[in-house]
């Protein structure tokens, strides 16, 4: 194909191991990876960036355990009769379908929880945030050593349930199921209320820092998207998770006192949990999608070395989705006997979500139009999300209308629209961002070629995955099934297998980017043409950020550079921010 | 305009029988959810098309190598930021308005309506039909008991099939073709949903609630009907047939049959039949394994640990001590249980038969 011949031409030049010999870091000095280098100078480091590296390590790790537990699911339903499910659970058919349920539960709460939550914003935003501002940490660095502790914290509980007999509620925990489930449910749940501050304590910090840490000359309208994105899902964060945090306080309440809350047997409402559940629930999701859109923002932008299109527009958009998350939740609960004029309501207001979405595709397209696009691998995830948050956005259409609603609701149709929006979009955008800050991160390049393998490999095993699902739910197949209908098995055989290769791609994906860090070439300061400020300080960059006090650069003026073929550098003569 | 594009959209899913995106379309609601269905598919259809087709091109006419300036850095167009606010907005109206009018219909039940109940507990279904009394259950155990002979090719789908038919002789959901039927929903213990593909209509069952579906199934045949919202451990297994029958007689004849016991048959018979038919069959094994109730195996005679008001106490397990159980499941707990056990309203018959079938399986 045309493009990816020209494309692979300038990795050549870039696999070359070239010295780096630009001026500016020559005068760095020490790295923030450098420049100390003890056990507790990690442990006890206010450093953002080193925050935010500890953060990665640990997202990347329950990822790979959440991805662990859906391989087990999608190897599992390869057949409707039990097929690794009597290797660990033994002959009785109740117990294998325990351990099926434990399976999916886990899978879903640590991917929703441990993994997308705190991916974007908690990993990347810690440390891109205060570079793209100029600044020289958050607000409150010791707050936010907090809230990784905060996390750690929930990651051990929800480790501690694995090997406490494992929680089988689903990740909804709803009741009377989880009022009842003679499962660990309550340390779960005590480890999403911890993780819940863990996300509170970061949006705090995020708001914070983007209202009174901008640098001189940076106005709200010349923000890198990004930071529009970011401080949008900072608001949510802050006014949701609370209420979670309510909800999973009164469900322990339930389990243990019998407060008759939730419970119908002791007068209480199952239906109610599900409306405090998914008040926080419904924004999550726009926690976690808002940011993975303001990764999509800069990645676009930067890689085709054009303007963004429709600033504004995107950065209303992020608000208004941000504003509308609020008043959707009730859309989750269709067939759940809330009444009829609830239902046409959250309805109507549901598609107002789907408007600013759009939005934003189309302006990322309209980027792309004339633009000297690089088919790198952060590029490939750009566009892979593009395409794959289209039909996660397009297949809630369908769920938003209440007559379709009322036959695709708890089916696998649901399954994959909220995989293409989770995973398809949140975390490939997360993927893309690792690799669009990999070099900033880490001070290396990773291998380019290896790099769109993986990536082509994910894409295609995602879409092979879920594309099935989509028919087999609407054909009626029900979610959360341990075994199924015979008629079933060619859609779930073909999701076991792209799931396999996904799987391909993830592992390619960690086994290059550690290659990197060990033989990697070393990363030039602005290896992609980007304008905000963290291409303005060394890959790493040092401790303090920044040689200096930095100012505001316009980000989007991304014409300004000219390539070094030789260090693989984009520099400027007129470019701001230096020391 | 919205008129014709209803009606050409509905004429899409003319059909039946199953299509490579829907299942067979036999209620009366059928035609409208697949309009509506078809519509947004081709919303989608369209813009995925254009999107994709956008998103190839640019790349193949924009990519460049590392290093060359982008030919234009033009940043925004009014019209074409008004256009793709402005059509989405417009779709997403129509969509609402259809979805909205469809929902509507299949909220609002009619009046004549027959009324069956469908009760969901821990992995069973029971249905009653209120006209004439009878409870018959949703049979999940031996549709998984076919399925498995089926697969593991102890039956041929000749035999499945005729088995199959055995069973919905006296079980499952039954309805008269072209006849408005409201389903109340009802849990006994969590959440289930009934879920019946093929006339589109789900609703929660929610315990302490009474919910309700309505549907005109339009063509007679057997359709699968599945618990679509999650409950533990038989949720897949918790499913069921629907029937429906080719006119009210043939469904009033069923239903003379199914409310009636054999009474020739030796009572340990009857019992299982009961045991069965109530749904004793999803907690109370024969074979010895623990479910959520105590096995029935060895149980006549055994001498029992419960407790009673939060008291312990033993008594061995005759007649009056089953009798209690049935009638008064929550008053004396089994020891190692947590007490889950619904009132299943038994006839005096019923019982008696339930217990000596419990006694036949002492050891």
Same mark, same amino acid.
């Given at each position: 194909?045309?493009?990816?011949?020209?494309?692979?031409?300038?990795?050549?030049?870039?696999?070359?191991?070239?010295?780096?010999?630009?001026?500016?870091?020559?005068?760095?000095?020490?790295?923030?990876?450098?420049?100390?280098?003890?056990?507790?100078?990690?442990?006890?480091?206010?450093?953002?960036?080193?925050?935010?590296?500890?953060?990665?390590?640990?997202?990347?790790?329950?990822?790979?355990?959440?991805?662990?537990?859906?391989?087990?699911?999608?190897?599992?339903?390869?057949?409707?009769?039990?097929?690794?499910?009597?290797?660990?659970?033994?002959?009785?058919?109740?117990?294998?379908?325990?351990?099926?349920?434990?399976?999916?539960?886990?899978?879903?709460?640590?991917?929703?929880?441990?993994?997308?939550?705190?991916?974007?914003?908690?990993?990347?935003?810690?440390?891109?945030?205060?570079?793209?501002?100029?600044?020289?940490?958050?607000?409150?660095?010791?707050?936010?050593?907090?809230?990784?502790?905060?996390?750690?914290?929930?990651?051990?509980?929800?480790?501690?349930?694995?090997?406490?007999?494992?929680?089988?509620?689903?990740?909804?925990?709803?009741?009377?199921?989880?009022?009842?489930?003679?499962?660990?449910?309550?340390?779960?749940?005590?480890?999403?209320? =911890?993780?819940?501050? !863990?996300?509170?304590?970061?949006?705090?910090? @995020? +708001? %914070?820092?983007? $209202?009174? /840490?901008?640098?001189? #000359?940076?106005?709200?309208?010349?923000?890198?998207?990004?930071?529009?994105?970011?401080?949008?899902?900072?608001?949510?964060?802050?006014?949701?998770?609370?209420?979670?945090?309510?909800?999973?306080?009164?469900?322990?309440?339930?389990?243990?006192?019998?407060?008759?809350?939730?419970?119908?047997?002791?007068?209480?409402?199952?239906?109610?949990?599900?409306?405090?559940?998914?008040?926080?629930?419904?924004?999550?999701?726009?926690?976690?999608?808002?940011?993975?859109?303001?990764?999509?923002?800069?990645?676009?932008?930067?890689?085709?070395?054009?303007?963004?299109?429709?600033?504004?527009? =995107?950065?209303?958009? !992020?608000?208004?989705?941000?504003?509308?998350? @609020? +008043? %959707?939740?009730? $859309?989750? /609960?269709?067939?759940? #006997?809330?009444?009829?004029?609830?239902?046409?309501?959250?309805?109507?207001?549901?598609?107002?979500?789907?408007?600013?979405?759009?939005?934003?595709?189309?302006?990322?397209?309209?980027?792309?139009?004339?633009?000297?696009?690089?088919?790198?691998?952060?590029?490939?995830?750009?566009?892979?999300?593009?395409?794959?948050?289209?039909?996660?956005?397009?297949?809630?259409?369908?769920?938003?209308?209440?007559?379709?609603?009322?036959?695709?609701?708890?089916?696998?149709?649901?399954?994959?629209?909220?995989?293409?929006?989770?995973?398809?979009?949140?975390?490939?955008?997360?993927?893309?961002?690792?690799?669009?800050?990999?070099?900033?991160?880490?001070?290396?390049? @990773?291998?380019?070629?290896?790099?769109?393998?993986?990536?082509?490999?994910?894409?295609?095993?995602?879409?092979?995955?879920?594309?099935?699902?989509?028919?087999?739910?609407?054909?009626?197949?029900?979610?959360?099934?341990?075994?199924?209908?015979?008629?079933?098995?060619?859609?779930?055989?073909?999701?076991?297998?792209?799931?396999?290769?996904?799987?391909?791609?993830?592992?390619?994906?960690?086994?290059?980017?550690?290659?990197?860090?060990?033989?990697?070439?070393?990363?030039?300061?602005?290896?992609?043409?980007?304008?905000?400020?963290?291409?303005?300080?060394?890959?790493?960059?040092?401790?303090?950020?920044?040689?200096?006090?930095?100012?505001?650069?316009?980000?989007?003026?991304?014409?300004?550079?000219?390539?070094?073929?030789?260090?693989?550098?984009?520099?400027?003569?007129?470019?701001?921010?230096?020391? | 305009?919205?008129?014709?594009?209803?009606?050409?959209?509905?004429?899409?899913?003319?059909?039946?029988?199953?299509?490579?995106?829907?299942?067979?379309?036999?209620?009366?609601?059928?035609?409208?959810?697949?309009?509506?269905?078809?519509?947004?598919?081709?919303?989608?259809?369209?813009?995925?098309?254009?999107?994709?087709?956008?998103?190839?091109?640019?790349?193949?006419?924009?990519?460049?190598?590392?290093?060359?300036?982008?030919?234009?850095?033009?940043?925004?167009?009014?019209?074409?930021?008004?256009?793709?606010?402005?059509?989405?907005?417009?779709?997403?109206?129509?969509?609402?308005?259809?979805?909205?009018?469809?929902?509507?219909?299949?909220?609002?039940?009619?009046?004549?309506?027959?009324?069956?109940?469908?009760?969901?507990?821990?992995?069973?279904?029971?249905?009653?039909?209120?006209?004439?009394?009878?409870?018959?259950?949703?049979?999940?155990?031996?549709?998984?008991?076919?399925?498995?002979?089926?697969?593991?090719?102890?039956?041929?789908?000749?035999?499945?099939?005729?088995?199959?038919?055995?069973?919905?002789?006296?079980?499952?959901?039954?309805?008269?073709?072209?006849?408005?039927?409201?389903?109340?929903?009802?849990?006994?213990?969590?959440?289930?949903?009934?879920?019946?593909?093929?006339?589109?209509?789900?609703?929660?069952?929610?315990?302490?609630?009474?919910?309700?579906?309505?549907?005109?199934?339009?063509?007679?045949?057997?359709?699968?009907?599945?618990?679509?919202?999650?409950?533990?451990?038989?949720?897949?297994?918790?499913?069921?047939?629907?029937?429906?029958?080719?006119?009210?007689?043939?469904?009033?004849?069923?239903?003379?049959?199914?409310?009636?016991?054999?009474?020739?048959?030796?009572?340990?018979?009857?019992?299982?039949?009961?045991?069965?038919?109530?749904?004793?069959?999803?907690?109370?094994?024969?074979?010895?394994?623990?479910?959520?109730?105590?096995?029935?195996?060895?149980?006549?005679?055994?001498?029992?640990?419960?407790?009673?008001?939060?008291?312990?106490?033993?008594?061995?397990?005759?007649?009056?001590?089953?009798?209690?159980?049935?009638?008064?499941?929550?008053?004396?707990?089994?020891?190692?249980?947590?007490?889950?056990?619904?009132?299943?309203?038994?006839?005096?018959?019923?019982?008696?038969?339930?217990?000596?079938?419990?006694?036949?399986?002492?050891?």
């Amino acid at each position: 194909m045309k493009p990816d011949d020209k494309a692979s031409a300038g990795s050549d030049l870039s696999s070359q191991e070239v010295e780096q010999t630009s001026q500016e870091t020559k005068i760095s000095g020490p790295s923030y990876l450098t420049v100390t280098n003890t056990l507790t100078s990690w442990m006890f480091t206010l450093d953002h960036k080193r925050i935010g590296l500890m953060y990665l390590v640990g997202v990347l790790s329950m990822f790979l355990l959440g991805g662990v537990f859906a391989l087990l699911v999608r190897t599992e339903l390869f057949s409707p009769i039990p097929l690794i499910t009597p290797l660990f659970a033994g002959d009785d058919a109740g117990a294998q379908a325990d351990l099926y349920n434990q399976w999916f539960t886990t899978h879903g709460a640590i991917m929703v929880f441990l993994v997308i939550i705190p991916g974007v914003p908690a990993a990347l935003g810690n440390f891109v945030l205060p570079l793209l501002l100029g600044a020289k940490d958050v607000a409150f660095p010791r707050l936010n050593l907090g809230s990784f502790y905060l996390w750690m914290c929930g990651a051990a509980f929800f480790v501690y349930v694995l090997f406490s007999g494992g929680v089988d509620t689903g990740w909804t925990f709803y009741t009377p199921y989880s009022t009842s489930s003679p499962t660990a449910v309550i340390p779960a749940v005590v480890g999403v209320f =911890i993780l819940g501050f !863990s996300s509170i304590f970061t949006g705090l910090n @995020f +708001i %914070v820092t983007i $209202h009174k /840490m901008r640098p001189k #000359g940076m106005t709200w309208f010349n923000m890198p998207l990004f930071l529009w994105a970011t401080y949008s899902t900072a608001v949510i964060q802050v006014l949701a998770t609370p209420v979670l945090g309510i909800t999973l306080l009164l469900l322990i309440l339930e389990r243990t006192l019998g407060i008759g809350i939730f419970d119908p047997q002791n007068g209480g409402d199952p239906v109610l949990y599900q409306h405090f559940f998914w008040f926080y629930s419904h924004p999550a999701v726009y926690i976690m999608i808002i940011p993975a859109m303001g990764v999509i923002s800069e990645i676009i932008a930067v890689h085709s070395h054009k303007r963004i299109f429709g600033y504004r527009y =995107i950065a209303y958009s !992020s608000v208004a989705i941000a504003i509308f998350s @609020f +008043i %959707v939740w009730g $859309h989750h /609960m269709f067939t759940s #006997g809330q009444s009829t004029m609830m239902n046409i309501i959250f309805s109507g207001i549901t598609f107002s979500v789907g408007i600013p979405s759009a939005i934003k595709v189309f302006n990322w397209i309209a980027t792309m139009y004339k633009g000297s696009i690089n088919l790198n691998t952060s590029m490939l995830y750009g566009i892979s999300f593009i395409f794959l948050f289209t039909i996660g956005g397009l297949t809630g259409l369908f769920l938003g209308v209440l007559s379709i609603d009322t036959h695709l609701h708890d089916t696998y149709f649901v399954v994959a629209h909220f995989h293409y929006v989770m995973m398809g979009s949140a975390l490939i955008a997360f993927v893309g961002g690792l690799h669009h800050w990999w070099p900033k991160m880490t001070g290396r390049m @990773f291998n380019e070629f290896w790099g769109r393998i993986a990536c082509t490999l994910v894409f295609i095993g995602f879409n092979l995955t879920f594309i099935p699902q989509f028919v087999m739910g609407s054909l009626g197949m029900p979610r959360r099934y341990y075994s199924y209908e015979d008629k079933f098995q060619i859609y779930h055989q073909l999701s076991t297998i792209g799931s396999y290769v996904m799987a391909v791609g993830f592992f390619l994906t960690a086994f290059y980017l550690i290659q990197s860090l060990v033989s990697g070439k070393k990363a030039p300061m602005n290896p992609w043409g980007g304008n905000s400020l963290e291409w303005h300080t060394p890959s790493p960059p040092p401790l303090e950020n920044f040689h200096g006090v930095p100012s505001a650069t316009d980000p989007y003026e991304l014409d300004q550079f000219d390539y070094d073929p030789v260090t693989g550098n984009y520099s400027s003569q007129s470019s701001k921010g230096l020391a | 305009m919205m008129q014709f594009l209803t009606s050409s959209f509905q004429s899409l899913a003319t059909q039946t029988g199953p299509t490579f995106w829907l299942p067979e379309a036999v209620s009366n609601f059928a035609p409208t959810v697949d309009g509506d269905f078809y519509f947004v598919y081709w919303v989608s259809i369209f813009f995925l098309v254009l999107i994709t087709a956008l998103l190839i091109l640019f790349m193949w006419k924009y990519s460049a190598p590392e290093g060359q300036k982008a030919t234009s850095q033009n940043d925004h167009n009014l019209v074409l930021e008004i256009a793709w606010t402005g059509i989405p907005v417009i779709l997403s109206l129509m969509m609402f308005w259809y979805g909205y009018k469809g929902y509507v219909a299949m909220a609002t039940p009619p009046a004549n309506a027959m009324v069956i109940t469908a009760e969901a507990a821990k992995w069973s279904w029971n249905f009653s039909y209120p006209a004439s009394g009878t409870v018959v259950s949703g049979a999940s155990e031996d549709f998984n008991e076919i399925r498995n002979a089926l697969r593991s090719g102890e039956l041929t789908a000749e035999q499945a099939a005729e088995r199959e038919a055995k069973v919905l002789e006296k079980a499952g959901l039954h309805v008269p073709v072209n006849t408005p039927v409201q389903v109340n929903v009802l849990a006994a213990d969590v959440l289930h949903s009934l879920f019946i593909p093929a006339f589109r209509v789900k609703k929660d069952c929610v315990p302490g609630r009474i919910g309700q579906l309505w549907f005109e199934a339009t063509e007679p045949g057997v359709y699968s009907l599945y618990c679509s919202e999650y409950c533990g451990q038989g949720h897949s297994a918790m499913h069921s047939k629907v029937v429906v029958h080719p006119s009210q007689e043939d469904f009033d004849k069923w239903l003379a049959v199914a409310a009636s016991y054999d009474e020739t048959l030796p009572f340990t018979e009857l019992g299982e039949i009961v045991w069965k038919r109530k749904g004793c069959v999803s907690c109370h094994s024969l074979d010895g394994a623990m479910k959520t109730g105590p096995t029935w195996k060895g149980l006549f005679g055994s001498e029992r640990k419960y407790t009673e008001n939060g008291t312990l106490g033993s008594a061995i397990a005759d007649e009056s001590y089953i009798e209690e159980s049935i009638r008064y499941p929550m008053k004396k707990i089994s020891d190692g249980y947590t007490g889950q056990m619904p009132v299943v309203k038994l006839t005096d018959k019923e019982i008696l038969w339930v217990t000596e079938f419990i006694k036949s399986l002492r050891q």
